[in-house]
């Protein structure tokens, strides 16, 4: 996975850098427990409890550490998209959007909000990738992937490396990210400030960027050109099933009108056939018949002629 990012020794996490003010949006999927993360970062219960679901973006802020906080929570996703459609509906993906218009001038992090206590495959991570890439084409180069333990024994035998590593799928996830992450679980070691350390990463992923943030204005006009682009190839999709149906109906016409010219056609040809089988039949009875008799006069005398049709 290359060097790890997600690891920062106890001493460097506590030499904060000089930015005073960070801004944060916490994105992730339903009961991730990113309301819990943002109340853990800001030392406060600043957002609702686990189990209340978010439905509209909520910023809050705080001193922590010496500097000014600013946390933004987002409604959260479900894991399950089907038939190829998006996992979450417009509204939550407009209201995640809008985030970015609490947080002016823009977000140093996205925080990836990911529960460890549970299997993350494929799916979960193409589902987070469509979310994150919501935010434009910067969003990776600002995101961090924030661990959340529910359970703290997880960590007992091992490091969050070692959990990060034995998942391929987390490891590709955090590769996206440039290597940042970072876990928040209930139970720290004594002397771990995790949040110290979390805004430790998140500075130094901000310096290591050249001190720039994901601008608010730049991912509103983006997600804006996206939606516009949407909307034009549904009309396009629309415009070209509405051609087809229009072929579709031109084609059954057309078959019904031949359909139709073939039934009249053999109407006509069973007319035909009949009226030449009743001058059939009535040569047939002219044939058996005798004629009437003809009469001619010659020279004032009456003769009589009756023939018979051998």
């Known amino acids: 996975m290359g060097e790890p990012r997600g690891s920062l020794s106890h001493d460097h996490s506590q030499t904060l850098s000089p930015v005073q003010t960070i801004n944060l949006v916490l994105i992730g999927e339903r009961e991730a427990g990113k309301s819990a ?29 010496g500097k000014r906080v600013v946390v933004v929570d987002t409604p959260g996703w479900d894991w399950f998209n089907l038939s190829g459609s998006f996992a979450s509906p417009v509204t939550v993906r407009k209201e995640m959007i809008s985030s970015m ?3 002016r001038p823009g977000a140093h992090a996205l925080l990836l909000v990911v529960p460890l206590s549970f299997s993350f495959t494929a799916r979960e991570r193409h589902v987070v990738e ?6 434009g084409p910067q969003a990776w180069r600002h995101a961090l992937v924030l661990f959340t333990v529910m359970d703290t024994k997880r960590l007992r035998d091992s490091t969050l490396q070692d959990e990060v590593e034995v998942n391929s799928e987390l490891q590709k996830l955090v590769e996206k990210c440039g290597g940042w992450y970072h876990a928040l679980h209930g139970r720290p070691t004594r002397g771990e400030d995790q949040v110290a350390e979390l805004l430790s990463k998140i500075q130094e992923m ?38 087809k149906m229009q072929r579709v109906k031109q084609s059954l016409r ?6 139709r010219m073939r039934r009249d056609k053999i109407k006509v040809g069973e007319k035909e056939e009949n009226r030449w089988q009743k001058k059939d039949v009535h040569k047939e009875m002219n044939g058996t018949e005798l004629q009437e008799p003809s009469v001619t006069v010659r020279d004032g005398t009456y003769f009589t002629q009756v023939c018979k049709t051998q």
């Open 130 to 135: 469509e979310h994150v890439d919501l935010f």
């Open 206 to 243: 901000v310096f290591a960027d050249g001190e720039s943030m994901l601008l608010s204005d730049q991912v509103l006009k983006w997600y804006r050109e996206r939606e516009e682009q949407e909307e034009r190839q549904e009309e396009e999709e629309m415009r070209k099933r509405e051609e």
């Open 254 to 259: 057309k078959k019904e009108m031949e359909r």
């Open 37 to 65: 993360a943002g109340n853990a970062i800001l030392g406060t219960m600043a957002f609702d409890q686990v189990g209340v679901r978010t439905r509209t973006s909520v910023r809050r802020e705080g001193v922590v550490r």
């Open 101 to 103: 218009t609490l947080c």
